[in-house]
């Protein structure tokens, strides 16, 4: 991660509770660190355990992940530079309009059947990905559904 791209994220990053004098024990890991380990697994598509030793200990960085994830801060800094960028645009941070995508793929022999179904139209047995992104491009929500489900409002 480049200064500059910190620089940004910090910003967007929650607050830990001991910092902000709630009680708890510090973290022992720089959030610069960890986000980097992440971004890595990310970008090269590798298991948690693969994670170079550049990088802290891999069930630290997964512990982080899933608290976060758990927390639901995962979506919260997604959302947080998000509107950061929408305003670097001249935009409103909250989108007036969105662009669905939908598109049904093939799900794999190991994906059990009651997570997958038939796209009649498409002749493909699997799951359906949504795709919601405002206009600029900038994802606002994603949802996998079994490829037969409608969704309806």
Same mark, same amino acid.
């Given at each position: ?13 929650? *607050? ?9 024990? /510090? #973290? ?14 990310? =970008?090269?598509?590798?298991?948690? +355990?693969?994670? /170079? ?9 997964? *512990? ?9 801060? *995962? ?16 935009? =409103?941070?909250?989108?007036? $309009? ?8 093939? $799900? ?6 009651? #997570? ?5 139209? +498409? !002749? ?9 992104? =405002?206009?600029?491009?900038? !994802?606002? =929500? !994603? ?11």
């Amino acid at each position: 991660m480049t200064d500059a791209e910190w620089a940004a994220a910090r910003d967007a990053l929650p *607050v830990p509770g001991w910092m902000r004098g709630r009680g708890g024990r /510090p #973290e022992g890991y720089c959030h610069r660190s960890m986000l980097d380990a992440i971004r890595y697994i990310v =970008d090269n598509g590798i298991k948690w +355990r693969a994670v /170079p030793v550049d990088f802290p200990g891999w069930k630290r960085a997964y *512990v982080f992940f899933s608290r976060w994830r758990d927390n639901h801060l *995962v979506k919260e800094f997604h959302d947080r530079l998000r509107d950061k960028t929408r305003r670097a645009a001249g935009r =409103d941070a909250e989108p007036t $309009a969105g662009i669905i995508h939908a598109q049904s793929v093939k $799900a794999a022999a190991n994906v059990p059947a009651a #997570e997958r179904g038939f796209d009649g139209g +498409r !002749v493909i047995n699997g799951r359906r990905q949504h795709l919601v992104t =405002d206009c600029i491009g900038l !994802v606002l =929500d !994603v949802l996998v559904t079994t490829a037969a489900r409608l969704i309806s409002s």
